[in-house]
């Protein structure tokens, strides 16, 4: 007899198929899941779902389908803060899927409408991870269609945030009109303007008034509705007794609209309305393409982005039912199932609670917690399910707290960027001699005073100044996205630019999150042997359990019977009439010093102890190189929530000067940061988990290393691919790249301002050299800022 292969793949997933193999229409899927969602597919004939990838599923096998975990969405409170539109009969609504992976995934998702006929429409955002559905509501409802993606392998991930407040684009939106807006009617005012620049005194004089009207007609939705966003910008400055950027620009857009105003009313010219338009049209593109680079992420995320929409609670009368989580009251019995998180600081009653505190705490390792014993918001179950009775409200437990720090209410921006100084500079030089030039002509020829002092404030209006800078950093932003490094916005390259200390947390920043070197120490072990090990650690979702279970070689499943698990220290059970033990020293009752004891599973066969396995994280390729580049440049710290077990090998990597702490609470992280930037250090701190929230938010740089960009990220300044932390100093070398040419475009924005002001201040200037200055010395700082940053990136590999 043939024997069959128990590698044989999922059909559906790619996952391999063990001893639980399921044979289907001729195909192996690894489980049932898998294999219903292929006949969910195959009944709606859906099957080129699998031409276009191959396996191109979601597993399904650790899938735990509940049949009212979907029913709260048809809640009109809940319904009302999910869906976009509806008009009773045609609703839209949006959900996140963050296991779409491939164009599979797209293909499928697109023709949900063939498997739902109440399905109208839908669309995949494949950057946002996000599917747009249209539906009718005479024919299906949210639940149905929850329920139905989750079936499918793409269980939507709802969270508190998506029902606590609308993701609205109108801002975008706002801008992107004002943009049209002031690109149309700056387009046209130039082409009617071309008569005053050029005749010669041949055009007729009605057909010119006729022109000039029309101009300023086109410029009065430009200065009313598109300038708005530099009039709101200036004036936020100046309640704060700043003088930013944008109010001498605003200063510019006035005087302009102003004296064009006169001059066309009065007959006498036709004013610089082409010029007015132009400053608005380029600043808002600088402004727009900045604001697209980051557009997509999410920085100032709290508690609700992650905390479930919705917790089952016990009534009274012992029925379990869900309600929302903003209703969740103290003294409310809760029930929380396997891998569910725990939404508020709760007293565990029933059940074996083996709690990951790694959101919270950075520590992998479960904490077993025992009835009685509080158990704090953010933990994750990892077993059984519990009953809990809620202590205190969502908005007071310890995990929000550490979004209530004083840091995190200081939502003042860290630094004023220089160019905003500059500006200061530049406007208090203007004045200066716009006072100088006033003065002058009032001793020599008084009738050139208006003409001489409003041309000046007109063509040195510092729009190129700006624009050097927003058009400089906006391809940064670009550049660095490309790269994996996601910055909140420009001034956040200054302070990388400006770092003398960096600071790293070690659990999911400088190691592979979801990665763990095993060892093995102890007498050689058989095939059975290794069989019987990785049988047991299978029947656990310790993440050490896990680790071993990975690392044994993969062989067909042994029946277990009589199995225990105590959570936190081991779990025994009876295989093949051996019975295998495995967990820590003190489980297995080994005299061992506890302080080498730390990731060490050791394992006993028929009460033999045949060895340990040693258990280290996995640390990020090029993580060495790294501290090797970083280490002679600048002050380096290591803050980790773990323990020391691997302080030996970290100490081989650092500098002998490097500050290396273990066992660190965030606040313990926190207050080093202020520690430190009281000794005038600027730091960059790196860091992964809530538990590095306040230390990001305090540093001057803060970036969040995420193995996946869409998830969340703790408040931050930056978001930094793991796989990219190499990289680190190649982008703090081309962050100060950057302001070296900002500062070299100035010089070419200043160097037209001094023509400009040339000819104004012998109040000279005429429409003709307005309009030819104010476009060009725009588009030569554009062509050379993008240039150069391109160039620069390119000559250090970046994309």
Known sequence: MQQTDINTTCYHCGVECEDDRIEFDEKAFCCNGCKVVYEILSENQLCNYYDITKTPGVSQKSKHKTSTKFSILDQSEIKSKLVRFTNGTETHVSFFLPQVHCSSCIWLLENLNRINDGILNSRVDFALKEISIIFNEAKTNLQQIAELLASLGYEPHLNLNDIASKRANSVERGLIYKLGIAGFCFGNVMMLSFPEYFSDGTVDHQLKTIFNYLNLGLSLPVFFYSATVFYKSAWGGLKKSFLNI??????????????????????????????????????????????????????????????????????????????????????????????????????????EANIDYSFVTGESAPVRVTPGEIIYAGGKQVGSVLEMEVVKDVSNSYLTQLWNKDVFNDHEEKKQSYVHAISRYFTLVLFVLAAITAIYWAVNDSSRILNAVSAMLIIACPCALLLSST?????????????????????????????????????????????????????????????????????????????????????????????????????????????????????????????????????????????????????????????????????????????????????????????????????????????????????????????????????????????????????????????????????????????????????????????????????????????????????????????????????????
């Open 246 to 351: 944008d109010a001498p620009i605003v200063l510019a857009i006035l005087i302009t609209f102003l004296r064009s105003v006169y001059e066309i009313v009065s007959g006498i010219g036709a004013g610089y309305l082409d010029s007015m338009c132009g400053i608005v049209f380029f600043m808002l593109i600088g402004r727009y393409l900045q604001d697209r680079t980051y557009r997509k992420l999410s920085f100032e995320r709290d508690y609700r982005s992650y905390f479930p929409i919705a917790v089952t609670i016990k009534s009274s009368n012992n029925e379990e039912e869900n309600v929302p989580i903003t209703k969740l009251k103290v003294g409310n019995r809760i029930i929380i199932k396997n891998q569910e998180m725990i939404p508020a600081d709760s007293i565990l009653f029933t059940g």
């Open 471 to 799: 058009f400089t950093n906006g391809n940064v932003l670009r550049i660095f996205s490309r790269n994996g490094l996601f910055l909140k916005n420009a001034t956040v390259i200054e302070t990388i630019a400006e770092t003398n200390t960096i600071v790293l947390d070690k659990t999911g920043t400088i190691t592979q999150t979801g990665a763990m070197k095993v060892n093995f120490t102890g007498a050689k072990l058989s095939e059975s042997e290794k069989q019987l090990i990785r049988s047991l650690a299978s029947q656990s979702a310790h993440p050490y359990s896990n680790a071993i279970s990975d690392f044994l070689p993969k062989t067909k499943g042994t029946k277990v019977i009589n199995l225990v698990e105590v959570p936190g220290y081991g779990l025994e059970a009876a295989i093949d009439s051996n019975v295998i033990r495995m967990g820590s020293a003190t489980y297995l009752g080994v005299d061992i010093d506890q302080l080498s004891n730390a990731g060490k599973v050791y394992v006993s066969i028929n009460e033999q102890i045949v060895g340990y396995f040693t258990i280290t994280n996995t640390y990020r390729e090029g993580v060495e190189n790294l501290i090797d580049q970083l280490r002679d440049k600048y002050s380096l710290a290591l803050l980790s929530g773990d323990n020391n077990a691997e302080k030996t090998y970290l100490s081989g990597i650092f500098a002998d000067e490097s500050v290396l702490n273990f066992n660190q609470t965030p606040e313990s992280k926190l207050r080093f940061i202020k520690e430190y930037q009281m000794t005038g250090k600027k730091v960059m701190m790196l860091g992964d988990g809530l538990n590095d929230a306040g230390a990001l938010k305090q540093s001057n740089t803060g970036i969040a290393i995420s193995d996946e960009i869409n998830n969340f990220s703790p408040a931050c300044d930056a978001i930094l691919a793991g796989n990219e932390l190499q990289n680190l100093p190649t982008f703090i070398r081309y962050a100060k790249a950057t302001k070296a040419i900002v500062m070299a475009s100035f010089m070419i924005s200043i160097a037209y301002n001094l023509i400009g002001l040339y000819f104004a201040m012998q109040g000279t200037l005429s429409p003709v050299i307005a309009a030819i200055l104010m476009p060009s010395s725009s588009l030569t700082i554009i062509l050379f800022t993008t240039g150069m940053s391109s160039l620069v990136a390119r000559f250090w590999q970046m994309k």
